[in-house]
């Protein structure tokens, strides 16, 4: 039962830690964006797109 003394204010002294960084990463921002990065990687192409070219009118007389 002595072992109780040193865990109980070692665990509470966890949890305040632990409670200190949940906070800090709060008001940093650490969570504002959570699908943007996601998205990011799946939205990113780095090959180039051929130019598009302006459709042919079909309707018009040869000239």
């Keep these: 039962m002595d072992i ?4 109980i ?3 509470l002294a966890i949890v305040g830690v632990i409670a200190w960084v949940m906070l800090w990463a709060t008001k940093s921002g650490q969570f504002d964006d959570l699908e943007g990065p996601a998205h990011s990687v799946i ?3 780095d090959t180039p797109h051929p130019p598009r070219t302006a459709p042919e009118d079909k309707t018009a007389p040869p000239s």
């Design 4 to 7: 109780l003394i040193l865990l």
């Design 9 to 11: 204010p070692l665990s």
């Design 43 to 45: 939205m990113d192409d």
